[in-house]
């Protein structure tokens, strides 16, 4: 018993992981530069079916299927996603707030539909399976298996705490926050706002794509429904929850609000007869957003924020002399 | 980086080569002409007084010559480069800085940053170079970091080094956009009513900072009303009226002109 539950702990948290990844990649973009994307799903969706598709066994009646190792589809889909954030930024970045967050909205449902209905290459409604999953040799053992994708889970959460930290604190992360409070200020002083935005775009885009490639292996199959727009607000929740700004936070965010969703999920297969669960399932986002309102009303700048409200001050027209 | 004091007469006496060379500049807003017809020079080691009544255009020009904003026609030529049609962000390239009038810190940072944020040529703001050359940019950074620390000294901050900017008075604020833009070591400085609701012992030191720069050699066009101030530190005064050149000469004559005196006192303006 004891084991099961800490086999269902490691399965937790690396699941929370996951969410943590995409999180940090949101950071980069919302916490630190101010570009507020709603389309999170999109470029999660992207990274899962490029690594899916590289690294499947060869599938008659869809695309490749080529068999590669999943290190392999975790880089393709860290590149491919990154590459489509550099491409939507390019073409979006000189929208402000609102603008960026339609066209990213916009955006995440096109993906999403092209994922639903390019069957030839993404499988259609069904999804792609059999995606190899890290550590498969130790399936017969689930509390091994579990345990093993927790520890390559973290490994990739703190390699990337520590590269974005190494960035925030870099003058490079300087410029970018002076860029994010008075851009005049820094165009004044020999910034370039449109390259720099571009850059952490494009870094967060391709860190939510390894997000949704380590989240693909870990489950070993993808589905369009599992990139729809409720994904974009759980981890918008994570990052105001946990501290906007903050990469701790981020991470902290993921880990509480992947809590309390798998916590009200519990609950309502629990207490809630089993002709009515699909139905009261709603009940999970309602959980997430009274949270959201909590942390807005008592902690306005996340459990462990930058120091500033996540986002009083934020969403602004550009400021004209 | 020194910053001998020095008297600030010396270096005020022949204007050489224009480091800042406004030809004959328009700009129409829908309509609303700002600037109509505006030509300025400011030579090297030269400090130029701009006056005018509220209105007149006067930070319109400012923002022209910085590039915040593109003329309508006429042309900008600093250090001898046309660079009318540049973005703002290169207009430090060119050797030209600037502080607003209503100060723009960047509120949620430290005034260490603040002033850091200004350096130039840093090798860390180049995202891939914090990878792969780690050791080069925390030397590049370090180095910042000093003439950094001795810039907020110049200006009185060095106490306020990793406070938030937002904690800092109105003419804090001027000062720290002060050495913000001297960490770029600009050629030129264009300085908007840096005496504006500042508390008198504040004023004078920024007056005195600022007798001291031009005294290093620095070009420095200044905005102001203060016209006390102005007479203190230029050797010579524009006014300006209705987006067009009014006087110019010595502090004394211009003030004295009667068509200055006209527009300050409402005819013209």
């Known amino acids: 018993m004891s084991l099961d539950l800490l086999a269902y702990g490691a399965f937790f948290l690396t699941m929370a992981l996951t969410y943590a990844i995409m999180c940090l990649g949101l950071n980069i973009q919302w916490g630190q530069t101010g570009l507020f994307n709603v389309g999170i799903a ?140 008075d851009e005049i200020a820094a165009q004044a002083l020999g910034k370039r706002p449109i390259r720099f935005r571009l850059q952490a775009f494009a870094i967060g885009g391709a860190i939510m794509g390894l997000a949704g490639a380590v989240q693909g292996h870990f489950i070993g199959f993808i589905a369009p429904d599992n990139y729809l727009p409720i994904l974009t607000f759980q981890v918008w929740a994570m990052l105001i929850v946990g501290g906007s700004g903050n990469n701790r936070g981020a991470i902290l965010g993921a880990i509480l609000v992947w809590g309390l969703w798998a916590l009200t999920a519990a609950a309502v297969s629990a207490f809630v007869p089993p002709e009515q669960q699909a139905r009261a399932s709603s009940f999970q986002i309602v959980a997430i957003g009274v949270g959201l309102c909590l942390i807005l009303l008592l902690r306005p700048r996340g459990i462990i924020g930058e120091g500033r409200s996540p986002i009083a001050g934020r969403i602004k027209p550009k400021s004209e002399e | 980086m020194s910053l001998p004091l020095s008297d600030p007469h010396e270096n005020r006496a022949v204007p050489q080569a224009a480091v800042v060379d406004a030809r004959n500049l328009v700009k129409r807003f829908q309509g609303m002409t700002a600037v109509s017809g505006m030509s300025l020079k400011l030579g090297a080691g030269e400090m130029v007084g701009l006056i005018g009544p509220n209105g007149a255009g006067k930070t319109t020009l400012f923002n022209l010559i910085a590039g915040s904003l593109k003329p309508t026609s006429g042309e900008i030529w600093i250090g001898g480069r046309d660079v009318s049609q540049d973005s703002p962000e290169r207009r430090i390239e060119s050797g030209i800085g600037r502080t607003f009038q209503i100060p723009r810190p960047f509120l949620e940072m430290s005034v260490l940053d603040n002033v850091l944020a200004g350096a130039q040529g840093q090798d860390g703001e180049r995202l891939f170079a914090n990878f792969l050359r780690p050791g080069h940019v925390r030397q590049q950074e370090k180095a910042a970091k000093e003439k950094a620390r001795a810039l907020m000294d110049f200006v009185t901050l060095s106490g306020l080094e990793s406070q938030p900017a937002k904690v800092l008075s109105g003419g804090q604020r001027k000062l720290l956009e002060l050495a913000r833009i001297l960490m770029a070591d600009p050629q030129a400085i264009l300085l908007d009513e840096p005496a504006a609701g500042v508390n008198p012992a504040l004023l004078e030191t920024i007056m005195e900072r600022v007798i001291m720069l031009n005294g290093q050699g620095t070009s420095i066009l200044l905005i102001e009303h203060n016209m006390d101030m102005v007479s203190r530190l230029c050797s010579r005064v524009v006014a300006m009226a209705l987006g067009k050149p009014l006087a110019e000469g010595t502090p004394a004559a211009v003030s004295a002109n009667p068509a200055v005196i006209e527009a300050y006192l409402g005819g013209a303006a």
């Open chain 1, 42 to 181: 999109a470029f999660v969706a992207i990274g899962a079916y490029v690594s899916a598709v590289l690294t499947t066994p060869e599938t008659p009646d869809r695309l490749g299927g080529f068999d590669l190792p999943i290190a392999v589809g975790w880089l393709g889909a860290v590149l491919v996603a990154g590459l489509a954030a550099w491409l939507v930024g390019a073409l979006t970045i000189r929208l402000r707030s609102d603008y960026l967050a339609i066209a990213t909205f916009g955006v995440a449902v096109s993906v999403q539909l092209c994922v639903l209905n390019i069957q030839p290459l993404t499988g259609g409604a069904f999804g792609i399976g059999f995606i190899p999953r890290p550590f498969g040799g130790l399936a017969a053992s689930p509390l091994a298996f579990s345990l093993a994708n927790l520890a390559l889970t973290a490994v990739v959460v703190l390699g990337l705490y520590l590269a974005l930290e190494h960035l925030a604190k870099s003058p490079w992360g300087r410029v970018l926050r002076a860029i994010r409070e």
